[in-house]
Structure formats: C-alpha cells, structure tokens
C-alpha cells in the first residue's frame, strides 16, 4: 500500500502580504524614528550656539561671519568625502543651488537682525518659521494640512513666545528676523520637495557652497566699497569710512576661530546634512515641528550658562514638546 503524504500547503498570499507590510511598516517606524533624532540633534546645535554667533558678529562684519562660517563647513565636507559631487546630476546641482540662494537669504536676514534684536526675541521670531511652512505648503504646493499639525502649530508658537518672548518691540532686528525665519520655512518646504530626489550629503554640500559664495561676493564687494555690511556703528575696524579697505575681516583671536569652527563643522556641516538626510523621511510641516525644540535647547543652555528661567518659560518648553509629541502621534495613526 502506497501512503500518500499531502503536499504542504502554501502560505495564503494574504498572509504574505500581511508579514511584509509589517516588516516594512517597523522599518518605516526606525527610520522615522532616526529622521527626528536627526533633526533634535541638529536643534541642539543650533540653540546652543545662538548665543555664540552673536557674540562673534560683535567683532566681524555679518557676511564675513557667514562667509567663512560656510565656506570652512563645506571644505570640511570635502574633505570628507571629496567625490560626493561626481554623482550628483543636473537637477540636484539647480536643487542644491537653489535652497542654498534661500538659506543664504535666511542666514543674512536672521544674523543681521540678531544685532539689534535680543538672543530670546530673535529665538522666538525664527522658530516662526512653524507656523509660515504649513502655510507656505499649503498655499504652493496645494497640500491639505492634517488638523493635528495645525494644534501642534498652535501649541509650538505659544510655547516659543512663553520661552522667549520678553517684552517684544517691533524694530528692526524683529523684522529681519521675521524675513529670514520666512526664508527658513521655504527653505524647509524645498527641502521636503527634494531631499529625497538626491544623495543627502551631496546636497548639503551644494546649499552650504552656495551660501558661502553668495556671502563671500557680498562681504567682498561691500567692505572694498567701504560699506561694511553689519559692523562697526562707529567701532573704528577701517569699515564704513571710504575705499581701499579690506575685501574680508578675519577673527582676531582664539575665541573668534573658535566660534567660527563650532558654528562651521557642529552646526553647519552636521547640521544640514542631518537636516537633509532627515527630511527625505518625513513631511516638511511634521520637522518644522520638530525644528521648534531649537529655542528650547537655546533656553537650557542659558540657564546653565547663569540666566533664569521663569515659571512660564518651563510652560513654553512642555508646550513645544506636547506639539512634536502630537505629531509623532499622528504620523503613526497614519
């Protein structure tokens, strides 16, 4: 007698389907989760050196600041990795070229108004840039914003304005505040648009290049005219009194090298590409949220530093973190 023994039967297709989707969906989730470790990193950067831009631009002129700032970043990134252009095709050159033209508008708009405007006002007014990139998404790119990121948009503002806001005077330094942190807000809407097109680190190397040729030509033309964009009010450093002045003022000491090297590798060459590599694995608005956390640190780091931080200012810091925790909740019912 011949025993026949039953063929195993398949797994149904479904099920199949079922196992990868899980699988892709945990793999969605860590990278997800890595873009916004990503992102808290860079704002930890930036918010803690607020404080040491501002006082670097006390003694070199703004474009100079950016200039070598940049230019230093992007050396370091090829040094790094000196072929990662070699690959980058012509639309990520205009990409890159492109969002490097906006950051350097928001760069110089921001630095120029950080002279007049305080450390916290400035804070406050550039993380406006949460509530100008649904709006700015919404109204170019046609998109509906989900209901949550708009309460996150909501909680992160008045958060920022009880962490920073002190008596807000509407002067200069505010108002190129406001353009530059509108400049950020396109920049991170461009950004989300074509991150995710290009290799990250290529094209943070175009945007850093970008701003620092674009601030190099400015500084340049203007301290040879003997305008000296954004130094000096009278503090006698040769700008501002005629031509045949230098093309570009250098940092006088150890300490303004060394702002220029932490803003330059930390918060400039780590930062962008972090930024870039983050937002191709998420939507613009979700780390304009996320990007909010850079007053936060900016506050922490002042009271280590000696201030005080009142009452309400540990209100604004759980404000923000209760908006970015509203839209990690809702990119995960999605």
Known sequence: MTIEVPAPVPAPESALSQSQYADAYALSRRSSLLATGGLLFTTAVWGTTFLVVKDAIASVPVLDFLGLRFAVACAAMLAVRPKTLAGLGRGGWRHGVLLGLVLAAGYAAQTFGLQTASASVSGFVTGLFVVFTPLIAAVVLRRRVP???????????????????????????ELLTVVGAFFFAVHIVGLGEWSHRNDAYALAVVQIGTVAA??????????????????????????????????????????GWASIAVTALLGTAAGFFLQTW???RMPATRAAVVLTMEPVFAGVTGVLAGETLAVRGWIGAALVLAAMYSVELGGRRR
């Open 147 to 173: 209901s949550a990121v708009w309460a996150a948009v909501v909680l992160a503002t008045v958060g920022l304005g009880l962490i920073s806001l002190h008596g807000l005077s509407i002067g200069r330094g």
């Open 214 to 255: 674009v601030s190099l030509l400015l500084a340049v033309a203007g301290n040879g005219l003997g305008l000296g964009y954004g130094y000096g009010y009278g503090h006698g450093h040769g700008h501002g009194n005629g031509l045949g002045h230098h093309l570009l003022t250098l940092p006088s000491s150890a300490a």
């Open 278 to 280: 983050s937002q191709a």
